[in-house]
């Protein structure tokens, strides 16, 4: 093997232009498998989860109808801080099954690898660690033990700024928009 193995100090990379002379043009797409699957997931778990807990609030408010609504529009609108709420729970679940991909997305993308080194596994026919799962993620195997590290920290963001997206969203609707 050649060079050093130890990655440049961090003054020498400034721009994306030294970036790419370092390490190549993959440099700039590390990350991007354990992203898509971090957004995949997330998105999945929270807009089923909101859905459910929407539906489930249409369902409690519909309780005490006399005449059965057959459409939700016959139910009438429910509260906005309610349903922001709900994406609020939404976000913090959402963000608890795909915390451990965005910590793996983040570790990914702070390796330095440089363009020989890279060109050595290639040649050698070296094979990625970790387990099949890990290697289609892009979760390396040395990151297992950190992969939780942070997860509260991470629901209560995401769960704050669900609430205040969608509640800014209510209240923008019903202030700004003309009735």
């Known amino acids: 093997m050649t060079g050093s193995g130890r990655p440049p100090p961090v003054s020498n990379v400034r721009r994306p232009s030294d970036v790419i002379s370092l390490e190549g043009w993959g440099a700039l797409w590390r990350g991007l498998r354990p992203g898509l699957v971090r957004d995949s997931i997330f998105g999945g778990v929270f807009f089923s989860s909101w859905q459910f807990l929407h539906r489930a609030m249409l369902e409690w408010k519909a309780v005490g109808m006399d005449p059965i609504p057959r459409f939700d529009e016959e139910i009438g609108p429910l509260s906005p801080v309610a349903v922001s709420l709900a994406a609020g729970l939404s976000g913090s679940i959402a963000a608890a099954a795909s915390h ?21 596994r290639k040649f050698l026919k070296w094979n990625r660690p970790g387990k099949r799962f890990e290697r289609l993620t892009g ?6 033990n950190l992969l939780m590290n942070g997860i509260w920290l991470r629901m209560a963001r995401s769960g704050l700024a669900s ?3 969608v509640g800014t969203y209510y209240w923008a609707v019903d202030h700004l928009v003309a009735q």
């Open 100 to 120: 451990s991909f965005d910590t793996a997305k983040s570790r990914s993308q702070c390796i330095v690898l440089p363009k020989f080194v890279l060109k050595e």
């Open 139 to 144: 979760i390396h195997p040395a990151d297992r």
């Open 163 to 165: 609430f205040a997206v």
